[in-house]
């Protein structure tokens, strides 16, 4: 079984690559490093299972080079930074949409049918119900980044019932963990490295978010993946997350608290009542019954989560 991980040097990427080289799959990381790096997969670069191919998948040649030979696909590979969708929409097109349009068609002419796709809980925008269960609808992102990842979903449903695909959307909480180069702990812990007097909290500090550990994440994916192979379903959507809600105040402290610092705490106060950035989405939860009905639940809660992402960045 051959598995290919679009953006496989990433945050989520590598530690997905480390998880199925362990379990004995042979696995192929395309990545053109925009934002992940070689050193997140130095541990796996000598085995014989494991292959990395450096491309830009926008790239038609590159995306149909890579899918060649492959049984599944893992694409994650995008721009993950929500922040930027008011400075920077076409590149959240470009990376986020347009790159799962490459994919799809260089698997469509390699004939390789099964896909497995990180999407996000921003494509709920501010679900009115909390936790959010995947059918709640009309899904209004509030950020393009959330919208882009729910025209890749749409995409990916219509592949699948059109040229027969078994795909699954992976709906994830905030992700945190070992290698992580973006999001609130991973700004924290930077900000207080370059000045341990004063931290900075965009937004209310008020909001309230799901936190899920990223080997939780792995460990869910492969086996609901694998679960939905079973029964051979053409396309579905699962969330990703955890039962609990943290703040980012309370983060704060968690890392000052591990830091051993005392900073002056500064509240920018926010846009738009208290969030952090234009799309910011202040309270999320995501309903997990549905994976938990097929077997799936997170081993760490939201805060158990924190803490040890916090411990992994500051020991990494
Ligand atoms: P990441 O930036 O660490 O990983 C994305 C990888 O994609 C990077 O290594 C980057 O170099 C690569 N990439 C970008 N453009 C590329 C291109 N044109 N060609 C080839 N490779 C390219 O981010 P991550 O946090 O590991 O996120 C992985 C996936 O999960 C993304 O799709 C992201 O949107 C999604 N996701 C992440 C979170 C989270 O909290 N981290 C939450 C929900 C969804």
């Known amino acids: 079984m051959k598995i290919l991980i679009t953006g496989g040097a990433g945050f989520i990427g590598s530690n997905l690559a480390d998880y199925l080289v362990s379990k004995g799959y042979s696995v192929r990381v395309v990545d053109d490093l925009s934002f992940g790096s070689v050193d997140n ?4 670069i000598q085995e014989k299972n494991f292959e990395f191919i450096k491309g830009d998948l926008r790239d038609p040649e590159i995306a149909n080079n890579s899918v060649k030979g492959i049984d599944i696909v893992y694409h994650l590979a995008a721009n993950p930074e929500v922040r930027i969708s008011s400075q920077s929409p076409s590149s959240l097109y470009e990376l986020n949409v347009y790159l799962t349009y490459n994919i799809l068609e260089a698997m469509r002419k390699n004939n390789v049918k099964v896909l497995a796709f990180a999407s996000s809980s921003t494509v709920y925008g501010e679900a009115k119900k909390i936790p959010t269960p995947e059918d709640y609808g009309p899904l209004e992102p509030i950020s393009v980044y959330g919208g882009a990842k729910l025209a890749s979903e749409a995409l990916i449903s219509s592949y699948s019932h059109t040229f027969k695909l ?3 959307s992976f709906r994830l909480a905030n992700v945190i963990g070992k290698r992580s180069n973006h999001g609130v702990i991973h700004d924290f812990i930077e900000k207080l490295k370059k000045d341990k007097t004063r931290l900075e909290i965009l937004g209310d500090g008020t909001q ?3 936190y899920i550990h990223v080997s939780d994440v792995i460990e ?5 993946l694998n679960k939905n192979l079973e ?3 053409i396309y579905d959507v699962y ?7 943290v703040t980012v105040m309370d983060i704060a402290k968690i890392i000052i608290e591990k830091m051993g610092l005392n900073p002056k705490i500064y509240l920018t106060g926010g846009v738009d009542g208290g969030r952090g950035w234009i799309g910011d989405v202040k309270y999320m939860l ?16 939201s ?3 924190v803490k040890r992402a916090v411990d992994e960045a500051l020991n990494s």
């Open 41 to 44: 997969l130095k541990d796996l």
């Open 166 to 168: 078994n795909s699954v």
């Open 208 to 210: 309230s978010k799901s």
């Open 220 to 224: 869910g994916m492969h086996y609901l």
């Open 231 to 233: 029964k051979n379903i």
């Open 239 to 245: 969330n990703i997350g955890s039962d609990d809600q």
């Open 286 to 301: 995501l309903s997990i019954e549905k994976a938990k009905s097929i077997g799936w639940r997170p081993k760490l809660n």
């Open 303 to 305: 805060y158990e989560a």
